[in-house]
């Protein structure tokens, strides 16, 4: 993973961060009209005028009640190298109207962000809709440059790491999850993306090589079903001797000793009539990536047959290189009924170390895969299996069951006057002005809520009686005494303001902190099927605020 330089919590300036992973992630980013509204700023003598924005989702996605912020690295990295080249100022002024004065490209020519502040949630976080992810302070037309670079940048990295999360709880803590979709990814920056934020939401491991590179995430992977159909016979195996795993030895021929486990396996009685003659092109496929491999072995084996053909030929393979000091990985199924399959894997396993005396043997690693999804784990868990760790690409990396996370970047202060943004969908309408936010824990040890309140409010206290309502339902409050408080704005850029930053953490350590911040979780908000809604709240004072604004702010109808 690229480093990122800057100073530990408490010193008192912005750090230096490299660019942004993905080059294509510039100032030109964004959407032409942030570029015709920050015009009409600098026309009107706004675009030096101090503004807040938040960034916030309305809904959790996946018909759950939960998600995983991410991104907020990324946008860090991009406003902290936000500079104009000539050649995309040059850009810009062939895009906008020509009645576009010359003085406002040298206004672009000499922006940055150092004049911008960032607070956010911290990245892995369980959040929750309406309480602001991001705060973004700074002049109007700054900002307003950056909302869709920092929507684009948090909507999809929160969106599949969600999916990743959620993919983990139903798989389970003891399950190995692998990435596999980089194929099916939306381009190469969606499987770059996928593969990061997917090990953040708990994979172990992608298939992804240069993720694994840009970001040191695990990697693992066998071959392909076109290796397997690549081979005819043993006779294609040249260089057939194998060195023990001590180097004290040498097996000369070891496609004969293979052969030589096979037929032993075919004549014993526990496996009379389950299988007859495997396929030999299969087999010598198997035994030439054994020779490649004798430390990595692992099989793909249901290119012809699983029972019948991959999982003898498999144990046949294992069985020689154990005899060499070696121990097989394992296999792994990417078709028919996976359930099933893998149970009767198990017991053919267990029945190899049972005859032979293999200590291990039964436990070898059975891996699935074969577009699956969270509903096909769920499924799997209630017919019972043996599948030890699920590879998962389409639908995880594409986010096939919902489009994306629909994240909003909304005005909500400028020049210290709050500002709100009404709708006749109350879903829609924004709440106003500089907040902070916090999260309540209660007695065992659960967050309860969510609260915001004004920034000027006096912070929660633990043991303090609380009232904590409903931004917009009058009739929904209760009484929190919250036995823990977190404060969840941080900041993460400071600009030249002096204010004490936080660091960004490494990629592992986020990853943790998604794991434990889902186990503090109530379990009935994470489970799959009709999850309790977490309560998202404000102050008493912040809801009289808002609807004070509100009445202010809407007009008054006239009837006639």
């Given at each position: 993973m690229d480093k990122v330089n800057g100073p530990r919590n408490g010193d008192r300036s912005s750090p230096v961060v490299d660019g942004p992973t993905n080059?294509?992630?510039?100032?030109?980013?964004?959407?032409?009209?942030?570029?015709?509204?920050?015009?009409?700023?600098?026309?009107?003598?706004?675009?030096?005028?101090?503004?807040?924005?938040?960034?916030?989702?309305r809904r959790n996605p996946f018909g759950g009640e939960y998600t995983i912020f991410a991104g907020l690295e990324e946008c860090i990295r991009l406003i902290a190298n936000f500079k104009f080249t000539e050649e995309e100022i040059s850009f810009v002024k062939q895009a906008l109207p020509s009645s576009c004065e010359e003085s406002f490209y040298n206004y672009l020519r000499g922006i940055d962000c150092s004049d911008v502040e960032v607070y956010a949630i911290s990245e892995g976080s369980v959040v929750f809709p309406k309480v602001p992810l991001v705060r973004v302070e700074g002049p109007v037309a700054v900002v307003q440059l950056l909302e869709t670079p920092f929507v684009n940048l948090i909507n999809y990295a929160s969106l599949v790491t969600t999916n990743a999360a959620r993919h983990r709880f139903v798989a389970g803590k003891s399950k190995v999850l692998l990435e596999f979709g980089l194929r099916r990814a939306q381009g190469p920056d969606g499987g770059i993306s996928a593969s990061k934020y997917c090990y953040m939401g708990g994979f172990d491991a992608t298939s992804n090589v240069a993720a694994g590179m840009l970001f040191g995430i695990p990697l693992r992977g066998?071959?392909?079903?076109?290796?397997?159909?690549?081979?005819?016979?043993?006779?294609?195996?040249?260089?057939?001797?194998?060195?023990?795993?001590?180097?004290?030895?040498?097996?000369?021929?070891?496609?004969?000793?293979?052969?030589?486990?096979?037929?032993?396996?075919?004549?014993?009685?526990?496996?009379?009539?389950?299988?007859?003659?495997?396929?030999?092109?299969?087999?010598?496929?198997?035994?030439?990536?054994?020779?490649?491999?004798?430390?990595?072995?692992?099989?793909?084996?249901?290119?012809?047959?699983?029972?019948?053909?991959?999982?003898?030929?498999?144990?046949?393979?294992?069985?020689?290189?154990?005899?060499?000091?070696?121990?097989?990985?394992?296999?792994?199924?990417?078709?028919?009924?996976?359930?099933?399959?893998?149970?009767?894997?198990?017991?053919?396993?267990?029945?190899?170390?049972?005859?032979?005396?293999?200590?291990?043997?039964?436990?070898?690693?059975?891996?699935?895969?074969?577009?699956?999804?969270?509903?096909?784990?769920?499924?799997?868990?209630?017919?019972?299996h043996e599948v030890d760790a699920f590879g998962i690409g389409t639908y995880l990396v594409t986010c096939y069951a919902q489009a994306a996370l629909g994240c909003v970047f909304k005005l909500v202060e400028i020049n210290n006057q709050p500002r709100i943004k009404l709708s006749e969908d109350v879903s829609k309408v924004s709440i106003p002005c500089k907040k902070r936010s916090f999260r309540l824990y209660g007695k065992e040890g659960y967050p309860l809520v969510d609260i915001m309140s004004g920034e000027n409010e006096p912070a929660p206290k633990v043991g303090e009686r609380i009232l904590c309502r409903h931004p917009f339902n009058e009739s929904k409050r209760a009484y929190v005494v919250p036995q823990q408080v977190e404060e969840l704005l941080k900041c993460y850029w400071a600009g030249k303001s002096g204010k004490a930053v936080e660091c960004l953490p490494a990629l592992k350590d986020i990853r943790d902190r998604c794991i434990k911040q889902l186990e503090k979780m109530r379990p009935d908000h994470m489970r799959r099927l009709n999850p309790t809604p977490y309560k998202v709240s404000v102050s008493a004072k912040l809801y009289d605020f808002i609807h004070f604004l509100w009445l202010n702010e809407a007009p008054v109808g006239e009837l006639q």
């Open positions: 080059p294509m992630v510039t100032p030109l980013l964004t959407d032409l009209y942030q570029f015709t509204m920050a015009y009409a700023y600098w026309k009107a003598g706004k675009h030096d005028e101090r503004a807040v924005f938040d960034l916030y989702f066998t071959h392909s079903h076109a290796f397997v159909s690549s081979f005819m016979s043993q006779d294609e195996i040249i260089n057939k001797s194998l060195c023990s795993s001590d180097g004290l030895r040498t097996c000369e021929d070891f496609p004969s000793a293979v052969q030589t486990w096979l037929n032993k396996i075919q004549w014993l009685p526990s496996f009379h009539g389950t299988f007859g003659e495997t396929n030999q092109s299969e087999l010598a496929a198997f035994t030439s990536y054994a020779l490649a491999f004798p430390t990595d072995f692992l099989a793909l084996v249901d290119t012809y047959d699983v029972m019948r053909s991959g999982i003898p030929n498999f144990c046949a393979v294992a069985l020689a290189l154990n005899d060499l000091g070696y121990r097989a990985k394992g296999i792994r199924l990417d078709s028919g009924d996976l359930a099933y399959l893998s149970c009767e894997t198990r017991k053919f396993f267990m029945a190899i170390e049972k005859e032979f005396g293999v200590p291990g043997f039964g436990k070898i690693n059975i891996s699935a895969s074969n577009d699956l999804n969270e509903e096909t784990l769920d499924a799997l868990n209630k017919q019972g």
